[in-house]
């Protein structure tokens, strides 16, 4: 009877870990993805080009994810209550700063470090504190949780687009500092460590990152954030350009955002099927097509249909990812593995939008972005097809890790 019960607990409790990861992943990318409903009443405020908007949404993002490996190493040795901590302070006081800013560089030092470190101590840390406490069915647990990504993408979108309307930016970045440093306090503590099973190995991440796999897969994750990233900059501002208003412009990014928890959730249930790899293949797929529907497109109605399906296939990439590496290197020190192999995201930043925002500001022509996140697509469905025999044997049978920590921790 203890056996029951003690088993109902530490199902119960690994749940609730799932639930902080989709609460740290909500609001993290959910206050990122926005950027793009931001950009322009930021920029006329301080008559900002589109490169040196571009260039701020780049820090975000090369801070969320090259501070991603040392985050991640700190939660792998003291947890990841602590770090996720820090990171409710750090989104807080970098919206709340950044809304009391009169000169545009201070942008970089307050909305640029606050929220790019607040995703650094907040997603990796939670995502791979989720992928510790399963064993089994890990990649629905980590698909649950990464879903938090769209699911915050589709509310904060629109939501930002309507205050904006009604309240101005600055105002939005306060709610937005508040709100968020609370629900990251929240997922912190929710956020309890797996029961440690038996001595844990030293694991030497250094020969892991030398090998092919995480090679092809940090490549393809490159040319992925490249399409990703341009399209959520750049999408509104076309949006507007074609006559739609902020509001609806707001909602194509929604639209990424709720396609994406499709992805995430409906590709991510396939994989049991037809193999994790082939199904991670078929979400580089999904995205080259939804690029290529964006350089077709010439009407709202046609950014809908991209929106929809490249959220398809970017959710399915975001949330497969990890169980990719999971399903490579194990569990042990994979909150290291997944920090490294999400820099590939901010070098991508570091190419994509600033690429898209000169090329914008040099031929006076907002279509462009489209092409260089088209190319990327195309570029990465090639890499990716070179990534075969990992993963499709992984078991995906409900079980946390092990029986609960009588200690509670």
């Not at 490169?51 to 700190?74: E, H, N, Y």
């Not at 800013?101 to 942008?107: D, I, N, T």
């Not at 929240?186 to 796999?213: H, M, N, S, Y």
Request: proline share 4%; charged share 10%; hydrophobic share 60%.
């Amino acid at each position: 009877m203890r056996n029951q019960s003690t088993a109902g607990i530490d199902s119960a409790r690994g749940w609730l870990v799932v639930f902080a990861g989709f609460v740290g992943a909500f609001v993290a990318f959910g206050a990122t993805y926005c950027f793009g409903i931001f950009f322009k009443p930021i920029a006329l405020e301080f008559h900002a080009s589109h490169a040196a908007m571009s260039a701020l949404f780049s820090l975000i993002t090369v801070l969320s994810f090259f501070l991603a490996p040392f985050t991640g190493k700190l939660a792998d040795c003291y947890g990841a209550r602590p770090v996720v901590a820090a990171g409710a302070v750090l989104i807080g006081a970098g919206f709340i700063l950044a809304a009391h800013v009169h000169s545009f560089p201070l942008l970089f030092l307050t909305y640029g470090i606050g929220l790019g470190g607040a995703v650094a101590f907040t997603y990796i840390p939670a995502i791979s504190a989720v992928g510790e406490w399963f064993k089994m069915r890990r990649d629905v647990a980590l698909g649950v949780a990464i879903s938090g990504i769209g699911c915050g993408t589709f509310v904060a979108a629109p939501l930002s687009a309507r205050l904006i309307d009604r309240y101005g930016w600055r105002t939005v970045f306060d709610i937005f500092g508040v709100a968020g440093a609370a629900l990251l306090l929240l997922c912190a503590a929710l956020l309890l460590r797996p029961p440690i099973v038996g001595e844990k190995k030293k694991i030497d991440i250094a020969a892991r990152v030398k090998t092919r796999v995480f090679a092809i897969q940090y490549t393809c994750l490159f040319f992925a954030g490249i399409a990703v990233f341009v399209s959520i900059v750049f999408l509104p501002i076309y949006a507007s350009s074609i006559g739609a208003s902020r509001v609806k412009a707001a909602e194509l990014v929604g639209y990424i955002g709720a396609a994406s928890v499709v992805g995430r959730l409906g590709l991510d249930a396939l994989a049991p099927r037809f193999g994790l790899i082939r199904i991670y293949q078929t979400a580089y797929f999904i995205l080259f097509v939804g690029l290529a529907l964006w350089l077709m497109a010439n009407s709202y109605t046609g950014l809908i249909a991209f929106a929809l399906v490249m959220g398809v296939g970017y959710g399915g990439i975001a949330a497969m990812a990890p169980s990719v590496a999971a399903s490579a290197f194990g569990i042990e020190g994979l909150g290291e593995i997944l920090g490294i192999l999400f820099t590939g995201f901010g070098v991508a930043c570091l190419v994509g939008p600033p690429v898209a925002g000169v090329l914008v500001d040099l031929l006076h022509d907002v279509k462009w972005p489209a092409f260089v996140a088209a190319a990327a697509a195309v570029l990465g469905l090639l890499v990716v097809l070179l990534l075969r025999g990992y993963g499709d044997a992984t078991s995906r049978q409900a079980e946390p890790l092990a029986a609960a920590d009588p200690a509670g921790n």
